[in-house]
């Protein structure tokens, strides 16, 4: 009964970053939750676009849910890149949702298990294959429950496995000696780097997790295009 399932880890749903899906076996492996972590200005939120408009090309729908940051302006920073980003939003092969005026303009705290409640009954509605989430980082110090986070994204994890979502879940990175429940539970992991380097900036990407796939963790260069991120083979150094 499980030849089906077993089958799917042979498949693979591309990044949508240029270079990314050959550090990967040709990309994600379907219905699996991924961490794309980093600092501010690393990345992440165009990572987590140009996710959704790989998949808006082969018509495949995809939801942005944001936590915090409202979908406008996400939408108007965009711009910058050759996405065609305002096609698929008005085809509606993208679609933006805004979580975070119903959680923080609710004059009340939620508890974990209820925000990844309402995260799951959006995306059984919206009825999506890629889902990006923009971020729980935001969420950490204002839930009514801060030590239940894991038990509760232990169970939203296998939701979202049995409902065969392919999912990226964008985080700040807090510290890089510190591990949150986001590291273990999730699929894979990558980290987006930016730091100085003889008084120039420099970015990096490192696949530091990925499970049933066989990939390079040493640091990779990044950099921003028109067309969005690019991932070089070579050490950005």
């Known amino acids: 009964m499980y030849v089906g399932e077993l089958l799917k880890s042979l498949d693979r749903v591309s990044t949508g970053v240029p270079g990314l899906d050959n550090l990967i076996g040709g990309g994600f492996i379907p219905g699996r939750v991924y961490l794309i972590i980093g600092p501010p200005g690393s990345g992440k939120t165009t990572f987590g676009i140009q996710f959704l408009i790989e998949g808006a090309k082969k018509d495949e729908k995809g939801l942005f849910i944001s936590l915090l940051e409202h979908p406008k302006i996400i939408t108007q920073d965009m711009l910058r890149y050759n996405f065609g980003l305002l ?41 999506v294959k890629r889902v990006v989430i923009d971020s729980f980082t935001s969420l950490e ?25 392919t999912c990226l879940v964008l985080a700040e990175m807090m510290s890089s000696e510190t591990y949150t429940e986001d590291y273990y539970l999730t699929d894979g992991v990558i980290v987006l780097h930016h730091f100085m380097r003889n008084y120039q900036m420099v970015r990096a990407l490192q696949v530091l997790k990925m499970h049933g796939v066989a990939h390079d963790s040493n640091l990779k260069k990044l950099r921003f295009t028109e067309e969005g991120l690019r991932v070089y083979p070579e050490a950005p150094f």
């Open 141 to 165: 110090y204002s839930v009514l429950d801060p030590e239940h986070k894991r038990m509760a994204l232990g169970r939203f994890i296998r939701k979202l496995h049995e409902m065969g979502i």
């Open 87 to 127: 096609t698929h939003l008005q085809s509606k092969r993208i679609l933006f949702y805004d979580m975070g005026e119903s959680i923080f303009g609710a004059g009340r705290r939620f508890t974990w298990s209820e925000i990844f409640e309402r995260i799951l009954r959006i995306i059984e509605t919206e009825d």
